[in-house]
């Protein structure tokens, strides 16, 4: 069986062709039987989504892809989950790559690629810290989120909650998710 996995780190995430609908249309354009799709950071290999999936992969299956940074964003982690699948005999299709055999020369490409890959997200972190150290300079600055709601607006939200609403009508009605509502909750408690 052909299975696809695709990943994004945040379920607004959307450019360079890494949205799930992107990558979802690849992965059917190629023939996968079944794709499983998740928000989940690249950070860890632990991620819900995928670890069932690898727990369900046989003999014989394919894993594919789309891109190697929606697999593993570290190369240890990224070598050792495809040796593990290899060793089930399961093969590995990445996308813009091909066929990652268990050969000397597929484990030494899948070995460069992840590297660059975990590169690359150095790159990324540090660029945005770069980034922050400068806005910093700016004396109305203000690290985190910018507040969304006013105080009247919570306590709007939470009055709701307590006259028996629940927390999916108040956040239909209000547009706070409930997140920020058991937060405020809390805080008050």
Do not use: W
């Not at 894993?63 to 699948?85: M, N, P």
């Not at 030494?108 to 540090?126: D, H, K, N, P």
């Not at 607006?153 to 009605?173: F, N, R, T």
């Amino acid at each position: 069986m052909i299975y696809g996995y695709a990943r994004v780190s945040t379920a607004t995430q959307g450019r360079d062709g890494n949205s799930l609908e992107d990558q979802t249309t690849a992965l059917k354009k190629y023939g996968c039987h079944e794709i499983i799709t998740e928000a989940f950071s690249g950070k860890t290999m632990e991620r819900p989504q995928f670890q069932s999936l690898l727990e369900k992969l046989e003999d014989g299956d394919t894993l594919v892809v789309c891109k190697l940074d929606r697999f593993a964003r570290t190369a240890i982690e990224g070598v050792q989950t495809v040796r593990e699948l290899f060793e089930k005999g399961i093969k590995v299709h990445i996308l813009n790559m091909g066929l990652v055999e268990n050969t000397l020369t597929g484990n030494l490409i899948l070995t460069v690629m992840l590297a660059f890959a975990e590169y690359e997200r150095g790159m990324i972190v540090e660029r945005t810290q770069t980034g922050k150290m400068v806005a910093k300079q700016n004396p109305n600055f203000k690290d985190g989120r910018p507040k969304k709601y006013t105080t009247i607006q919570i306590e709007h939200a939470l009055s709701l909650l307590s006259s028996g609403k629940s927390y999916k009508e108040v956040e239909a009605i209000t547009g706070i998710s409930k997140s920020t509502l058991i937060r405020e909750k809390r805080k008050r408690a």
